[in-house]
């Protein structure tokens, strides 16, 4: 599966962004998928997955209550919306997606097998 982030951008603490991720190739539902950031000099880290139907998700607790994955699966689409964004939500953030597990979601990322090329967000101050 081929997977293409998109949607970021520069904002203000506060504002919202909506990041989507495109998958072409293989059948999208057959993938649990997940999003992913790497700030600059720090190691990637997990933000939020869901299941290949989106029944079961996941969240760093960093962002919960802040962000909402989803997934169209009519669409081969990932999302994730972003509210009351910090400054600490900076980073490249990254689309991945692992074969479906049927037992909940995975938080590592070297559980994924297939990455998007990154979209980079700012959150100015």
């Known amino acids: 599966v081929q997977l293409q982030a998109s949607g970021g951008g520069l904002v203000q603490a506060g504002d919202s962004l909506r990041l989507s991720c495109a998958a072409s190739g293989r059948t999208f539902s057959s993938y649990d998928m997940g999003w992913f950031r790497q700030a600059p000099g720090k190691e990637r880290e997990f933000v939020a997955a869901a299941s290949w139907n989106g029944g079961s998700t996941r969240y760093v607790n960093s962002v919960k209550g802040r962000f909402t994955i989803s997934r169209d699966n009519t669409k081969n689409t990932l999302y994730l919306q972003m509210n009351s964004l910090k400054p600490e939500d900076t980073a490249v953030y990254y689309c991945?997606?692992?074969?479906?597990?049927?037992?909940?979601?995975?938080?590592?990322?070297?559980?994924?097998?297939?990455w998007g090329q990154g979209t980079q967000v700012t959150v100015s101050s």
């Open positions: 991945a997606a692992t074969p479906r597990a049927y037992r909940g979601v995975y938080t590592s990322p070297t559980l994924y097998d297939y």
